[in-house]
């Protein structure tokens, strides 16, 4: 699980979205990767687009507000939202 | 000049000669064979198909000829060239007009990216239509060809041509392609429409076309909103039911049935989104096609809305 650091929205390419409800598709522009994402995820995407650098105590805060999750579980569970977006190559740590 | 106004000594010379320059929906494909079967099948397939002026614009040059060789004499083959070139291998000569019937269909999927080209059948009813996307084998070309029979207009039962400008449909109607036992489940159900004979031991099993109703023909012309977005599945003994299917889980099936999708890049994703934005999706599971006909027949249309992008 991530844990330490600051993250941002991996840098240099742009992201389009389609939502319905709960779903969200994601397009990168870089990769030419589309995604199907959950609203926990997009949440933390959106927030982290806005906030341009956020840590995980930062993440986590809003993701355990949305879900009703105690803080050390909803740690962990940003933390593992965070290694699944950077997989997707839709996040990054931020290099600073 | 349609095609059915050619005797088949015109249709047979000129197939030879210099070519029949089929309109099919928006594409003009010039055909050249000098094979019989081609001239034969497209007589009695294509009947109700304009045949443009000779040597006018035409978007695919396709010929369905024998290749050269000794082996022509103990195994005949032939070839499907395009731009006289051969994207295929050969295939038995008694497959020549399969052959040339997946080969447009291969010509229109690689060539035509003005459009977002999806793998499915689409039909219509009322003035909106009904998008089937599904890979081979789910059951979409005998539910496309049992709902034309009864008498909704066949846009493709194969590529589902979507404009990129306003998101409608554009028709290309033309034989809908039957494999194995849908062939007789489907002639049982339209004695008097017009099939081919099955040309067997293909790729695809034994395989047949049915002549497209002459009212989808005459209308290739006019362009349809998509209504609704239905995966479909064959499931033997299963009760037809329709099931309501998230949108953006149908947004991922179609861009994967979809032939050019990542090709169109970020113009794919916001032309498949406004599709997806304007229709309802579901699943449709069936074992008895006037079952799942009833449901689709039943079906009301969403009204017209705005995509969501964000």
Same mark, same amino acid.
């Given at each position: 699980?991530?844990?330490?650091?600051?993250?941002?929205?991996?840098?240099?390419?742009?992201?389009?979205?389609?939502?319905?409800?709960?779903?969200?598709?994601?397009?990168?522009?870089?990769?030419?990767? %589309?995604?199907?994402?959950?609203?926990?995820?997009?949440?933390?995407?959106?927030?982290?687009?806005?906030?341009?650098?956020? %840590?995980?105590?930062?993440?986590?805060?809003?993701?355990?507000?949305?879900?009703?999750?105690?803080?050390?579980?909803?740690?962990?569970?940003?933390?593992?939202?965070?290694?699944?977006?950077?997989?997707?190559?839709?996040?990054?740590?931020?290099?600073? | 000049?349609?095609?059915?106004?050619?005797?088949?000594?015109?249709?047979?010379?000129?197939?030879?000669?210099?070519?029949?320059?089929?309109?099919?929906?928006?594409?003009?494909?010039?055909?050249?064979?000098?094979?019989?079967?081609?001239?034969?099948?497209?007589? $009695?397939?294509?009947?109700?198909?304009?045949?443009?002026?000779?040597?006018?614009?035409?978007?695919?040059?396709?010929?369905?000829?024998?290749?050269?060789?000794?082996?022509?004499?103990?195994?005949?083959?032939?070839?499907?060239?395009?731009?006289?070139?051969?994207?295929?291998?050969? $295939?038995?000569?008694?497959q020549a007009f399969p052959m040339m019937e997946w080969g447009l269909n291969w010509c229109i999927s690689n060539h035509a990216h003005r459009y977002l080209i999806l793998h499915a059948g689409v039909v219509e009813r009322a003035g909106v239509a009904l998008v089937l996307p599904a890979p081979p084998g789910s059951g979409k070309s005998t539910l496309t060809a049992a709902l034309v029979v009864h008498g909704w207009r066949l $846009?493709?039962?194969?590529?589902?041509?979507?404009?990129?400008?306003?998101?409608?449909?554009?028709?290309?109607?033309?034989?809908?392609?039957?494999?194995?036992?849908?062939?007789?489940?489907?002639?049982?159900?339209?004695?008097?429409?017009?099939?081919?004979?099955?040309?067997?031991?293909?790729?695809?099993?034994?395989?047949?076309?049915?002549?497209?109703?002459?009212?989808?023909?005459?209308?290739?012309?006019?362009?349809?909103?998509?209504?609704?977005?239905?995966?479909?599945?064959?499931?033997?003994?299963?009760?037809?039911?329709?099931?309501?299917?998230?949108?953006?889980?149908?947004?991922?099936?179609?861009?994967?049935?979809?032939?050019?999708?990542?090709?169109?890049?970020?113009?794919g994703f916001g032309i498949l989104g406004a599709m997806i934005d304007a229709c309802d999706c579901y699943d449709l599971h069936y074992s008895r096609l006037d079952e799942a006909i009833a449901m689709l027949d039943a079906l009301e249309p969403p009204s017209p809305t705005g995509p969501t992008a964000g």
């Amino acid at each position: 699980m991530k844990r330490s650091g600051s993250w941002r929205v991996n840098a240099g390419f742009d992201l389009l979205w389609h939502s319905w409800g709960d779903e969200h598709v994601v397009y990168h522009c870089g990769s030419g990767d %589309t995604h199907l994402l959950d609203a926990a995820a997009t949440g933390l995407l959106r927030y982290l687009r806005e906030a341009r650098v956020a %840590t995980m105590d930062d993440l986590s805060l809003p993701v355990a507000a949305a879900l009703g999750m105690p803080a050390d579980e909803a740690l962990e569970y940003t933390g593992n939202l965070l290694e699944e977006l950077e997989r997707l190559s839709l996040v990054e740590p931020n290099p600073r | 000049m349609r095609v059915g106004e050619l005797s088949p000594a015109q249709l047979q010379g000129r197939l030879a000669a210099e070519g029949i320059d089929l309109r099919t929906g928006g594409f003009v494909c010039r055909i050249r064979s000098p094979l019989d079967v081609v001239a034969e099948n497209l007589s $009695l397939l294509y009947a109700d198909f304009v045949c443009e002026e000779p040597r006018g614009f035409a978007d695919f040059h396709v010929a369905i000829t024998p290749p050269r060789g000794l082996r022509r004499w103990w195994r005949p083959q032939v070839l499907f060239r395009f731009d006289d070139r051969v994207p295929f291998k050969p $295939l038995p000569a008694g497959q020549a007009f399969p052959m040339m019937e997946w080969g447009l269909n291969w010509c229109i999927s690689n060539h035509a990216h003005r459009y977002l080209i999806l793998h499915a059948g689409v039909v219509e009813r009322a003035g909106v239509a009904l998008v089937l996307p599904a890979p081979p084998g789910s059951g979409k070309s005998t539910l496309t060809a049992a709902l034309v029979v009864h008498g909704w207009r066949l $846009l493709s039962d194969e590529l589902g041509l979507v404009d990129p400008v306003d998101g409608r449909l554009h028709p290309l109607a033309r034989p809908v392609n039957l494999k194995n036992n849908s062939i007789g489940v489907i002639r049982e159900r339209a004695p008097d429409t017009v099939f081919s004979a099955p040309f067997h031991d293909t790729s695809k099993g034994t395989v047949a076309l049915m002549r497209p109703p002459s009212d989808s023909v005459k209308r290739s012309g006019e362009v349809v909103r998509p209504a609704w977005v239905i995966s479909v599945r064959y499931e033997p003994g299963a009760a037809a039911r329709l099931s309501p299917v998230g949108k953006g889980k149908m947004f991922m099936r179609v861009a994967d049935c979809a032939f050019n999708y990542s090709l169109l890049g970020p113009d794919g994703f916001g032309i498949l989104g406004a599709m997806i934005d304007a229709c309802d999706c579901y699943d449709l599971h069936y074992s008895r096609l006037d079952e799942a006909i009833a449901m689709l027949d039943a079906l009301e249309p969403p009204s017209p809305t705005g995509p969501t992008a964000g």
